[in-house]
């Protein structure tokens, strides 16, 4: 026998193995059934109704399951393999590297950053002593962006490939298996940098190379082909293809590609702030409950509306985290979210974003495909001149931004950096403002208590998504002009997010196999 259960139990009832297995024994009219006889397959929260329950799918047995089936992969000695370029070592250029490991070729890992033990010191430097690192920060280095702003595995997308294989992945490397069945898994900022050094270990000890703190600062091209590229110390490495997994931060790649008239293209992607309240409020609101107690996990939300024609939403809510200077160069601010694992801050954070539509940017026509990267850039820049050119972030509390009235104190604040006072009515461009006063005004409707003063608005919310992508062919993955060049990923336009990317550098490396096997 072999039997699917839904339960809608309370969050103590469900915390509990000896509880859940006596409401299976209710359900199925048998004291026979022991917890080892079942397994979860899916968990969720139920937060609609006053009672807030969680909701299992459970998989039930006669005998005792056998012991729960290991993850296993594996992977080739690749050391005198052939060898394809990865630049970048995010979760595109890292989950690329695997698969071509699996497939027997050998990745070549270039990565700007730093790894993950050595950008610690790098990240303490921003927080601490305002001195940003161009090359590693808390978007640059190994792991990428996500390693260091918090770590979930959940994706809007469900048809770019297999989530499944990508969180098994993980849980090999040394993720809990929880995130296997959890409804929005996630792994904590303390926890991932442990799980990517696992993967680093993986790919070296399998014939694969990593090379840290070297920056590709050309392509070497040939009759619309990529034969390799130039290193920072002018060294040139060459190989038949090349993976492009640098990033939506990546600058430096995106120009260079413009002044290599390689083909990108303008994206559409959304700005805005952090918005950080209390995360008890938070927790009343979405729970309906004076204390959430110790059986539910802080509350989060998700909140999305138009206003003028715009779309605006949350991004990245980070329930129980912090809010982290995501700057790639001083002279600029940018503001991201994270939750350690335990999500146990006393804070809760999100982006609010606003569309950026085509006639905000008139003034950057100029530039071209690169329109939107530059008035990203500009944004970023005026922050920080407000701010006396430190990491220090504009700030003011949430109904007094909606109000037009600058804040005469804030609310303490997660973000190490400090806050300080501004009238950020005005510093925002009016579309990105009247956009968020007026949706906050709606979402203080949907959640009430949500439009609060005793919730900070921190600027600038910036690095959403790449603002261009780098066209490929559909068939083949490759750039629309430039053979062997597989532009992949977040950077690329491909992605959003942790999974997304991982998948996307999974998809490529298999598109890369499957075309070069056939040649």
């Known amino acids: 026998?072999?039997?699917?259960?839904?339960?809608?139990?309370?969050?103590?009832?469900?915390?509990?193995?000896?509880?859940?297995?006596?409401?299976?024994?209710?359900?199925?009219?048998?004291?026979?059934?022991?917890?080892?006889?079942?397994?979860?397959?899916?968990?969720?929260?139920?937060?609609?109704?006053?009672?807030?329950?969680?909701?299992?799918?459970?998989?039930?047995?006669?005998?005792?399951?056998?012991?729960?089936?290991?993850?296993?992969?594996?992977?080739?000695?690749?050391?005198?393999?052939?060898?394809?370029?990865?630049?970048?070592?995010?979760?595109?250029?890292?989950f690329a590297a695997l698969t071509l490991l699996e497939r027997g070729k050998k990745p070549i890992i270039f990565e700007r950053g730093k790894d993950v033990r050595s950008r610690r010191r790098d990240i303490a430097a921003i927080n601490k002593k305002h001195i940003v690192n161009p090359d590693s920060n808390y978007c640059f280095g190994e792991g990428g962006a996500g390693t260091y702003s918090d770590g979930k595995l959940y994706t809007r997308s469900k048809k770019r490939g297999s989530i499944i294989d990508i969180l098994e992945t993980f849980v090999f490397h040394g993720a809990k298996k929880d995130i296997l069945v959890d409804s929005q898994p996630h792994i904590g900022t303390n926890k991932l940098p442990k799980i990517i050094s696992n993967i680093r270990e993986t790919i070296l000890s399998n014939g694969g190379k990593i090379h840290f703190d070297t920056k590709?600062?050309?392509?070497?091209?040939?009759?619309?082909?990529?034969?390799?590229?130039?290193l920072q110390n002018k060294d040139k490495v060459l190989a038949n293809n090349t993976i492009l997994a640098t990033g939506h931060s990546a600058r430096d790649i995106f120009k260079l590609l413009n002044k290599k008239s390689i083909e990108i293209k303008y994206k559409p992607f959304a700005m805005g702030i952090r918005i950080e309240h209390p995360q008890y409020l938070i927790d009343q609101i979405q729970y309906s409950c004076y204390e959430r107690g110790p059986y539910l996990p802080p509350a989060s939300y998700k909140l999305v509306t138009q206003i003028n024609k715009r779309g605006v939403y949350?991004?990245?809510?980070?329930?129980?985290?912090?809010?982290?200077?995501?700057?790639?160069?001083?002279?600029?601010?940018?503001?991201?979210?994270?939750?350690?694992?335990?999500?146990?801050?006393?804070?809760?954070?999100?982006?609010?974003?606003?569309?950026?539509?085509?006639?905000?940017?008139?003034?950057?026509?100029?530039?071209?495909?690169?329109?939107?990267?530059?008035?990203?850039?500009?944004?970023?820049?005026?922050?920080?001149?407000?701010?006396?050119?430190?990491?220090?972030?504009?700030?003011?509390?949430?109904?007094?931004?909606?109000?037009?009235?600058?804040?005469?104190?804030?609310?303490?604040?997660?973000?190490?950096?400090?806050?300080?006072?501004?009238?950020?009515?005005?510093?925002?461009?009016?579309?990105?403002?009247?956009?968020?006063?007026?949706?906050?005004?709606?979402?203080?409707?949907?959640?009430?208590?949500?439009?609060?003063?005793?919730?900070?608005?921190?600027?600038?919310?910036?690095?959403?998504?790449?603002?261009?992508?780098?066209?490929?062919?559909?068939?083949?993955?490759?750039?629309?002009?430039?053979?062997?060049?597989?532009?992949?990923?977040?950077?690329?336009?491909?992605?959003?997010?942790?999974?997304?990317?991982a998948i996307d550098g999974k998809k490529v490396a298999e598109k890369i196999w499957n075309f070069h096997k056939l040649i």
Request: aromatic fraction near 6%.
């Open 1 to 94: 026998m072999c039997k699917i259960l839904s339960l809608s139990l309370s969050p103590e009832v469900a915390a509990f193995d000896e509880s859940i297995n006596n409401r299976i024994r209710k359900e199925l009219n048998s004291n026979d059934i022991e917890p080892s006889h079942w397994k979860i397959l899916k968990k969720s929260i139920d937060a609609r109704k006053k009672e807030v329950k969680i909701q299992l799918r459970i998989e039930v047995h006669e005998k005792k399951i056998k012991e729960e089936y290991k993850i296993e992969k594996h992977y080739k000695d690749v050391s005198n393999s052939e060898e394809v370029i990865i630049i970048g070592s995010g979760p595109a250029g890292l």
């Open 216 to 230: 590709v600062i050309d392509f070497i091209i040939e009759d619309n082909c990529i034969k390799g590229v130039i």
């Open 314 to 501: 949350s991004f990245c809510m980070c329930p129980g985290g912090f809010i982290v200077p995501a700057a790639t160069n001083s002279g600029e601010i940018v503001v991201n979210g994270m939750s350690p694992s335990k999500r146990n801050s006393i804070f809760s954070n999100s982006g609010i974003v606003v569309e950026v539509k085509e006639e905000d940017l008139i003034r950057f026509k100029k530039y071209g495909e690169l329109k939107g990267l530059y008035y990203q850039m500009e944004l970023e820049k005026s922050m920080c001149k407000i701010t006396s050119e430190l990491q220090v972030a504009p700030a003011q509390r949430m109904v007094d931004f909606v109000n037009k009235k600058t804040s005469n104190n804030l609310n303490k604040t997660s973000y190490q950096p400090g806050i300080l006072s501004q009238p950020m009515h005005e510093i925002l461009p009016k579309s990105i403002y009247n956009s968020l006063s007026e949706s906050f005004k709606v979402f203080g409707k949907k959640m009430k208590g949500y439009l609060s003063n005793e919730a900070n608005i921190i600027g600038l919310e910036s690095r959403t998504s790449s603002p261009l992508s780098i066209p490929r062919n559909k068939e083949n993955l490759q750039h629309i002009r430039i053979k062997n060049l597989y532009p992949c990923g977040e950077g690329a336009g491909y992605a959003g997010g942790i999974v997304s990317a």
